[in-house]
């Protein structure tokens, strides 16, 4: 793996093909997996942006075929990922409805042991404009284990408890979208808020753990990881994402 955009101290953003790299991954390397695939929702529709018209269109990587093509691209990059995870390793996989049941179900049949579901309920999402539907509000992230026998994932319950008011936390998650000062360096279609990743990663990891992300677009999960001093390696194969998650990285002030 040769192709870094990034490289300095514990993270690394790599150029490349996810399922290449993947491969190239040594045997349970990885502590956590945190993964915003393609939604596949590219399909010439129009959604709403900041209260006009725009395309659904996010590029050639948001588009498939056929149900069975994105089944199968699910099962493809889901198994690279199981064989890399540690023994008690978890994985988290954001998605809509678009994408989201076809994970589930490429998880069960990897092997995996789906922990929760949790729902991301949006406090500002974009109105729908056909008002042919209820508005579309939520997101899924599913959290799943390797389900090796004996195998105990890692789960901070008293740090979670203590976030949430010393109150057990609940598997709804209330938040704005990405703010505009997050996207100063760039933007991304689907850029995910940093309070949602540090809420993932430190619900189930520990400093100085390794998190990969194998869909890093601008970079947010390595962003998150370095403030809270995790590891990270993020993959993707779009030169200018990397380009805008380099300089993020660069401008943190810890």
């Known amino acids: 793996m040769n192709n870094f955009v990034y490289n300095y101290a514990d993270t690394k953003l790599l150029l490349s093909d996810t399922f290449e790299a993947l491969s190239k991954f040594k045997f349970e390397s990885v502590d956590m997996i945190f993964a915003d695939p393609p939604y596949f929702l590219s399909n010439g529709g129009f959604s709403n942006s900041g209260g006009k018209v725009v395309s659904v269109n996010k590029g050639d990587w948001d588009k498939i075929e056929s149900l069975e093509e994105k089944y199968l691209f699910n099962r493809r990059w889901l198994s690279l990922c199981r064989n890399i995870l540690t023994k008690n390793g978890t994985l988290w996989v954001s998605g809509s409805l678009h994408n989201i049941y076809s994970v589930g179900m490429a998880l069960e049949q990897e092997g995996y042991k789906i922990l929760n579901n949790i729902t991301w309920q949006k406090t500002n999402p974009a109105p729908n404009l056909s008002k042919r539907y ?111 998650a380099k300089r993020r990285l660069e401008n943190i002030v810890i």
């Open 134 to 244: 209820f508005t579309h509000s939520t997101e899924t992230i599913l959290w799943a284990r390797k389900n090796e026998k004996n195998a105990k994932h890692y789960y901070n319950y008293e740090l979670m408890k203590e976030i949430n008011g010393n109150r057990q936390m609940k598997d709804v998650w209330t938040g704005a979208l990405t703010s505009q000062s997050e996207k100063v360096m760039g933007k991304h279609p689907t850029q995910k808020p940093e309070y949602l990743l540090e809420r993932i990663i430190l619900a189930s990891t520990k400093k100085n753990d390794v998190i990969l992300d194998p869909f890093v677009g601008s970079g947010t999960t390595c962003v998150v990881a370095k403030k809270l001093g995790r590891k990270s390696i993020g993959i993707d194969n779009n030169i200018e994402y990397l380009e805008i």
